[in-house]
DNA sequence: GTCTATATACAGATAGAC
DNA sequence: GTCTATCTGTATATAGAC
């Protein structure tokens, strides 16, 4: 069975796993880090989970598992616009609240995604197959300007988890001032105007 | 005195430097790697450089002399729409030449840019609220849409460094086409209804 | 469940032969 | 200049006391 002590223990771990992997990658990433953030000792940290690598692995998961579900939302019985402008917020949204799962990602990515090969080639692959078929669709009835529908999921990705992956560099620009404020209406403006017919 | 084949030997360890340090991070990066993409022994490539430390601290060196041409290469006497139509042309292909530099910096930034804070907080500061103040000077004038000029470079600096970031994943959506294909294109388009007053 | 102590592997770096 | 051998520190993981 399961404690409450067990149970805010594995999340002290997640949660410290995830500062630490997103910052140094699976490498770079140590066990006394994590063990020095979750406030345990490496061995019982090790008692919670059996590897490194499963911790890992855990984290992945749960990352993929949510990372779908904002292209999925875009509905092919909607208004075209108003689809990708809500795809668009959505996306800028989970940059605010879950930048660490951002950096977790684009970290994934950097090494050249070898964990995440499975997941691109088959699950995103077809999910964004899927999106840019409809968005051309919509392009086609006229009813969205006529833009390269993949280059624009793209752009999508690129100009909302900017915002979570290159934060360092955002707040040493903008000392003091929120990274992401004045973000959304520039988007949504951006947007607005690439995507009018 | 400096031979030849030390020449050529240093600049094949900078070589497999980049290459593994682009896609480990600093300490996710071994010295065996980066001995083994090079061609060389461990003991060797020491012979070379003094350590691991300094072979990186050289790469960044060379990163960050070329990493402010672009945006200081905009004029202000120019045409305002022309010259960030030409910076944006020139960072995307600064992606298509250098994507293992731009995934240096990438990941630099991804940790926190621990040794960047002094060049980004001074130099790169300094030259983006200058040329800020320029975007903001043109689109006063009414010679450019009025967009938040920070979230303007923001945006050129996402757009244009994704190809080069997100590379692996963008390779496998797009399997086997040049990731890059119609991105051009694709950016001109956006920028050109963006800034169009 | 949590600790100290430790086994084992691998990392960065050096010594010294050639 | 380049190698083999090795020193030293640190990493993941385990053993075993409490």
Redesign the pocket.
């Known amino acids: 069975m399961t404690?409450r002590?067990?149970k805010r223990?594995r999340k002290r771990i997640l949660d410290a796993a995830l500062e630490v992997f997103a910052a140094q990658g699976f490498r770079g990433?140590?066990?006394?880090q994590i063990a020095a953030e979750a406030g345990?000792?490496?061995?019982?940290l090790?008692?919670y989970f059996?590897?490194?690598?499963a911790i890992h692995r855990l984290l992945m998961e749960d990352l993929l598992a949510s990372w779908l579900e904002p292209l999925r939302a875009i509905e092919p019985a909607g208004d075209p616009r108003a689809e990708i402008m809500g795809y668009m917020r959505r996306k800028l949204q989970m940059s605010r609240e879950f930048p660490r799962e951002s950096r977790l990602f684009a970290n994934e990515i950097l090494q050249g995604a070898p964990r995440l090969e499975d997941f691109i080639a088959r699950d995103l692959k077809a999910l964004v197959d899927d999106r840019a078929a409809l968005i051309a669709r919509w392009s086609a009835e006229g009813r969205l300007a006529a833009v390269d529908p993949y280059h624009l999921i793209f752009s999508i990705w690129a100009l909302t988890q900017h915002y979570a992956d290159f934060d360092a560099q955002i707040r040493l620009i903008r000392e003091g001032s929120d990274p992401l404020e004045g973000a959304e209406p520039f988007l949504e403006r951006l947007f607005e105007r690439l995507l009018a017919p």
């Not at 990433?29 to 006394?32: F, K, P, Q, S, Y």
């Not at 345990?40 to 019982?44: I, V, Y």
């Not at 059996?50 to 690598?53: A, G, L, V």
């Open positions: 404690t002590i067990q223990n990433a140590t066990l006394d345990l000792s490496k061995p019982n090790l008692y059996d590897s490194k690598e």
